[in-house]
């Protein structure tokens, strides 16, 4: 039988006698875990296909686009539940499929970015010095690049966590007795 507040559990406790303020601070960890993980996942993947795109064009551009086309004419919380229902739960499932399936906005964010800054003065002028492609993408147009990137990534995180949330809600998240957000509501 659950317990009311008091001052030895200030949230009460659950139908098993679990103190549920412990637990909701145990579940910020791994909520917060998911979101930084399932993000950073996200961010390999739209970095790499977004900066390829945007920084050389032509058939690689058409064919990255249209991949992310492809990802984004798909609801993401179908897609997740799809493969959750497949492979199965666990924490780490639901990282990597929320990382696999978000990358898509960041992709053309910074193709964007690389698009208005490869034919900048400061490019033009490595290109002129010699400076390799690896070395103009990674030197010199990707760190101009990234400040709208990692305010997007930002976000991310809280999009990640509410998505964790909602699955761990419907039983397809977190499984207990591990405790996050959404298996605690």
Partial sequence: NPAKPSRTHW???DA???????RVIHGTGVSLKVGFVSVGISLCIGIVLGSLA????????IAISRVIEVMQCFPTFFLILTVIAFVGSSIWTVMVVIGFTTWTGLARMVRGEFLSLKDREFVLAARVLGA?????IFRH???NALAPVFVSATL??????LTESTLSYLGLGVQPPESSWGNLI
């Fill in 132 to 136: 390799s492609d690896a070395r103009i």
């Fill in 54 to 61: 945007g920084f050389y064009g032509g058939y690689i551009d």
């Fill in 141 to 143: 147009v990707l760190p």
């Fill in 11 to 13: 949230l009460g406790t």
């Fill in 16 to 22: 098993i006698g679990r103190d549920l303020l412990s």
């Fill in 156 to 161: 991310g995180v809280a999009s990640a966590i």
